[in-house]
């Protein structure tokens, strides 16, 4: 009576074998690691780096135990933190000879000490957060008049090139303060000037003034449109600052906003301060200026010009390839008016190219600059911590409006994408620092894991105690569900690469504590039944077909509420809420089918069963 189909204890046996193989990875810890990334914009990692620094590792007589290439990235695995240093320093010496011109991060970190059978079959521990791995913390500053500054001139740019547009005769347009002042010679200008940037800048509010015999026209941005750009800003930073660090290979980055104009940036798992330091400032401007062509077919001009020695107005660049290039000192356009890059194919040669999209402004400008160099080469260059590289060099072959420009030519399709990632990474919107750095060590991480796992170990102690305890041999069976349980809730964790905190191992331990109501409710029906007077297979029968309903509900209602955790909670009641959830969903399958299945295999090949241990049941007399 009480017997599974194959296909259910199938289904079961694959649930639990999936648990253990996928909880595995956890129990094998971290081992210290060094990680090389890219700090230049075109310089990758690839297999050829890694074997670079396997190499001075040789040379200087250190062994790596495991080399993984992923994200930009490559991490090399020691067996201890003294022989962790001391390749960090074998590899810096060999990658970076010139530390002025690094073109590598080299940084402490920690990787998972996983067999790497594990690995093959993606079995990776979960990551954890800063309080349980370590890592640093900091908490940056937004420049919100630094945003407006910078938009205010931006707008200033605009403006004059209206008025030119507009053939609407000024004596200057400049900003000064928080406003922008446009000086005319006589009203009739003035008060075209003023409906004309009413159409064309409805953010600006706009006053005239007399100095004498000058007239002013002064625009400061609206209350409302301060708001916009304000938080525009924190936004683009969160943007920028994810997509450098992302592309730096850093483990598992928390970057959010807090408050009105703070970020919060935390980086589990990095040891070195200085290098998170070095990530953050690491934030690019994007710069589209022209090439001198004359000047940088001129060997002679070219050999003075790398010896530091430039035309005036010009400054020396080597685009890919290795070839020496002169680009003007004048920027044409810079990263504040691209909105967006896309890898691409060109519609007529089907070559890899890379598609960008400009703002209006930045629109007009390129179609007018596009219209004067046909021919010439364009710069498109990425300015990181005060020094360029050029990213790509290609002809203007037409002119170029509608603010879509393509750039193509000698790339294949994987330099298409990290062109278009590079430029889509933009500059900052407004200026940061750091106003609060803190620095949490390995070592009180594994003290707060420690802490985390005896109190969900001797929760679920106490449980089996109790369980076995009032319940006897279904009590045990409730405990192997509830352990399945928890192993089933770890391995998907790890599987989604969910990210563990000290609230997640909160969540766990409350997860169990609810996991084993579903079986009380089991077994409380079962002696019901019993005490009723029906068989002890129909008793077991019925009192996990009147219970589903009951464990249903309850499990539904608590589930509605770590959604809305979920949903609206952000941070540490995120992570609580999502074990939570993870918790509610394995704990309806451990307490109802794993355990029926345990059940099954214990009682249900008996066909005269007398009785079930379940604890004192009263029965009826006679």
Known sequence: MNRYPLWKNVVVVLALAFGFLYTLPNFFGEAPAVQIASIKATVKTDAELAKRAQEALAAAGIRATGVYIENNSIRLRFSDTETQIRARDAIERAINPDPQEAAYSVALNLVSNSPNWLTAIHALPMYLGLDLRGGVHFLLQVDMKGALTKRLDATAADLRTLLRDKSIRHAGVERSGQSIVIRFRDQTQLDKARVAISDAQPDLDLAPLSEGDVLKLVATLKPAAQKRIQEAAIKQNITTLSNRINELGVAEPVIQQQGADRIVVQLPGVQDTAKAKDILGRTATLEIRMVDDVASADPTVLAAAAAGNPPPGTEYYVERGGRGLLVKKQVVLTGERLTDAQAGFDSQTHEPAVHLTLDAAGARIFKDVTRENVGKRMAILLIEKGKGEVVTAPVIRTEIGGGRVQISGRMTTQEANDIALLLRAGSLAAPMEIVEERTIGPSLGADNIEKGMKATLWGFVAL?????????????????????????????????????????????????????????????????????????????????????????????????????????????VRGFA?????????????????????????????????????????????
């Not at 352990?483 to 391995?491: D, G, I, P």
């Not at 509610?584 to 066909?607: E, H, M």
């Open 464 to 572: 089996a105690i109790f369980m076995i305890a009032y319940y006897e041999v279904m009590g045990l069976i409730s405990v192997l569900a509830l352990a399945s349980n928890l192993l089933l809730l770890v391995a998907i964790l790890s599987l989604l690469q969910a990210t563990m905190t000290l609230p997640g191992i909160a969540a766990v331990a409350l997860t169990l504590g609810m996991a084993i109501d579903a079986n009380v409710l089991i077994n409380e029906r079962i002696r019901e039944e019993l005490r009723n007077g029906a068989t002890p297979h129909i008793a077991i029968a019925t009192g996990y077909e009147r219970a589903w309903g009951t464990i249903l509900d309850s499990n539904i209602t608590t589930l509605i509420a770590g959604v809305a955790l979920l949903i609206f909670g952000s941070g540490p």
């Open 578 to 622: 999502v074990v939570h959830s993870l918790g509610i969903l394995t704990s309806i399958f451990s307490s109802v089918v794993v355990s029926r299945a345990l059940v099954n295999a214990y009682y249900g090949r008996r066909k005269k069963l007398e009785r079930i241990s379940i604890g004192q049941v009263w029965k009826p007399k006679g």
